[in-house]
């Protein structure tokens, strides 16, 4: 388990919000000083399948999921301070239930 991140210090913040699958996920884009990019968000209660361009690792802030990985056969299950990868040009299936899942993801 890694420390829950708390504050992202010294990024520029999208303040318009990226929404997907009908209000289900809501998040913002942070780019940091080097360049990076990751996004700040939350799942509500459901099942969706995402598709990815770059790799990325997701970090659980608050709440939990189960998380369906390219190849895996069985789900596996994330909460705060923990954390998974997704390669790119990948998908994969992320299941919520009860609190909303709150997330960073960090790509590339």
């Given at each position: 388990?890694?420390?829950?991140?708390?504050?992202?210090?010294?990024?520029?913040?999208?303040?318009?919000?990226?929404?997907?699958?009908?209000?289900?996920?809501?998040?913002?884009?942070?780019?940091?000083?080097?360049?990076?990019?990751?996004?700040?968000?939350?799942?509500?209660?459901s099942?969706?399948?995402?598709?990815?361009?770059?790799?990325?690792?997701?970090?659980?802030?608050?709440?939990?999921?189960e998380?369906?990985?390219?190849?895996?056969?069985?789900?596996?299950?994330?909460?705060?301070?923990?954390?998974?990868?997704?390669?790119?040009?990948?998908?994969?299936?992320?299941?919520?239930s009860?609190?909303?899942?709150?997330?960073?993801?960090?790509?590339?």
């Amino acid at each position: 388990m890694h420390a829950i991140t708390d504050t992202v210090r010294g990024a520029d913040v999208t303040t318009r919000a990226n929404v997907y699958f009908n209000g289900q996920c809501v998040s913002h884009t942070l780019t940091l000083a080097d360049g990076k990019r990751l996004s700040v968000g939350v799942i509500l209660p459901s099942t969706l399948t995402f598709n990815t361009g770059a790799p990325e690792v997701m970090e659980g802030v608050a709440g939990t999921c189960e998380v369906l990985l390219p190849g895996a056969t069985a789900w596996q299950r994330f909460g705060p301070g923990e954390r998974f990868a997704v390669p790119g040009n990948a998908s994969f299936q992320i299941r919520v239930s009860g609190e909303p899942y709150h997330y960073i993801c960090h790509f590339g």
